[in-house]
């Protein structure tokens, strides 16, 4: 009879795991505390405009990405266009030309070399090393044979020269005062993003990689959920897995929260890690690197807060993300800020009803903030409303008309995504030690010390990204297939376009 896996979590590593067990024959059910597929990698709709509430940039969005196959399996592709964008970001500013960081690197170095030829030099060497980073697959290393990964090794002089270096740090290389202001804002507007994911994104974007899938991040999650089902899983909503139940040493099945107990011959989460080492495990199998992991939690939410609009208006001419500096600061959930992030998503006219679009501004925020302010739903209310507010006013000199065209508001906080999704704080990880841990395949606790048939998956275990979680299902159900000394084998989903599906592929 074939052996039965429960998984916690129907996340993008839940769902990858849950397929790939299923198409390596055994009998897999997810339990799923929400009433959607998809965790993080998710969307909602307000008033026919749908919000995103994940992808910006999609690794294996190309085929030269060690990810190709594992969306190919998934049902990911060829059934979703991937669309590869031209620019990876625009800065603004009210006395000059905007600052376009293209994706094609030759038109990148002649414009900033017209915008900066001060810093001549400077531009050049990055150029050049972010042509270099076009052919380090290092995002889908994980996805790739061990054989390949040690390919990678040649890669790591760049990995040390820019491995310990942030954004914020490298600009104060530049001597242009409007490059060394903005150049730590350019991913995502996180300037203690690692240099390494900077040129990584610069050199993968110039071959098509990093793009955007059609449809947006719930569409995604939703197709990956359909070939769960077509291989003959099962997913049960609204079922909060609480503790996992362990008999002598061996995880036998889950206690849920309303009392019930489902069992299996073997248990994998996908929960947020925390919680599940340390609440549904009750920290009884953890190591020293483990312990040390979760002792430094980040207040710091990166992309905390997501102010959504939904706007009767065209965005189609419009940069898809956005940098919007403006010289008088204003307070936005307690902090001055002087510029924007902005996603506008008129790229893709399937999240709004015609003529209308998308905007989403994200915010960095203090996780210990929204929680204190949960603890009032009045005050709590409040100010996400003052922030609705004061983010449409800001708007208004750069897209007149704006404030009348607001047809649907969102904002969604830490809060928000904890309610749903169950991740709540981060935890500090070296960016150099992810890589050389993909590198040499290895993860932080894709299983736990003393526990057997007991495994982890995505993002909090080491696959790190929607790509990063869905290759790690399919590594999690190989080391299953190899626990039990049975073949792994993979099939591609039997995905039977529709007329308009197979025209847009080709377009
Ligand atoms: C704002 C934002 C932007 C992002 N942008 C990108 C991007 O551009 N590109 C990219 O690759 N990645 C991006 N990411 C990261 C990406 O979304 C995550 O790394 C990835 O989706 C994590 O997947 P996961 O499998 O680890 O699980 P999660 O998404 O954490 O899902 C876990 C699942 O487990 C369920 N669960 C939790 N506890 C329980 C329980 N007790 N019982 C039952 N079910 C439970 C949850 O409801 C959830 O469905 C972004 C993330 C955020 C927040």
Not at 380 to 405: H, S
Request: charged fraction near 20%; include cysteine; glycine fraction near 10%.
């Amino acid at each position: 009879m074939a052996r039965s896996i429960i998984i916690i979590g129907a996340g993008i590593g839940g769902l990858s795991a849950g397929c790939y067990a299923a198409m390596n024959g055994y009998n897999v059910r997810i339990l799923e505390s929400h009433a959607r597929p998809g965790g993080l990698c998710t969307a909602w709709t307000r008033h026919g405009y749908t919000f995103d509430g994940c992808i910006h940039n999609l690794a294996g969005s190309t085929r030269e990405s060690g990810f190709y196959p594992v969306f190919e399996e998934l049902g990911i592709l060829p059934a979703t266009p991937m669309h590869a964008y031209r620019e990876l970001i625009q800065v603004e500013r009210p006395d000059g030309p905007p600052l376009t960081l293209y994706t094609d690197l030759d038109r990148l170095e002649a414009h900033l070399q017209t915008l900066f030829p001060k810093d001549g030099a400077a531009t050049r060497e990055l150029i050049a090393d972010a042509k270099r980073f076009a052919h380090f697959d290092i995002m889908g290393l994980s996805a790739r044979p061990w054989t390949e990964r040690i390919g990678l090794i040649g890669a790591l002089p760049l990995l040390v020269k820019y491995g310990r270096l942030t954004m914020d740090e490298f600009a104060k290389r530049f001597t242009d005062p409007f490059l060394r202001r903005v150049f730590p804002t350019l991913i995502y507007d996180w300037p203690q993003q690692s240099m390494l994911i900077f040129l990584t994104f610069l050199g993968r974007c110039s071959i098509g990689d990093l793009g955007w899938p059609m449809g947006g991040s719930g569409e995604f999650a939703n197709r990956i959920a359909k070939r769960f089902h077509d291989l003959g899983g099962t997913i049960r909503y609204h079922a909060k897995a609480q503790s996992i139940l362990v008999e002598n040493g061996r995880a036998v099945g889950v206690k849920l929260a309303d009392g019930t107990e489902e069992r299996a011959d073997i248990v994998v989460s996908n929960a947020y890690g925390h919680t599940t080492i340390f609440g549904m495990l009750n920290g009884r199998y953890t190591s020293p690197a483990i312990r040390d992991y979760y002792a430094h939690p980040e207040d710091r939410c990166e992309m905390g807060i997501h102010v959504s609009l939904g706007v009767a208006r065209d965005l189609r001419e419009e940069p898809h993300a956005l940098i919007l500096p403006f010289d008088k600061p204003i307070e936005i959930a307690g902090e001055m800020r002087d510029r924007f992030y902005l996603q506008l998503f008129g790229f893709d006219p399937s999240l709004a009803p015609k003529g209308g679009g998308v905007i989403r501004a994200l915010f960095a925020t203090s996780y210990r903030r929204w929680e204190e302010l949960a603890a009032d739903p009045t005050a709590y209310q409040a100010e996400k409303q003052r922030i609705a507010d004061a983010v449409v006013a800001q708007l208004e000199p750069r897209f007149p008309g704006i404030t009348r065209q607001v047809e649907a508001v969102d904002v969604a906080t830490p809060i928000t995504t904890q309610r749903f999704t169950g991740n709540a704080q981060g935890f500090k990880a070296s960016v150099v030690a992810i890589f050389l841990g993909m590198i040499f395949g290895r993860t932080l606790s894709q299983t736990l010390p003393g526990l057997a048939n007991f495994y982890m998956v995505g993002q909090w275990a080491g696959g790190g990204g929607v790509s990063g979680a869905a290759a790690m299902g399919r590594n999690v159900a190989r080391a299953i297939c190899n626990g039990d000394h049975r073949a792994f084998v993979t099939s591609k989903a039997d995905v039977a376009l529709s007329a308009t599906e197979r025209a847009k592929v080709a377009a």
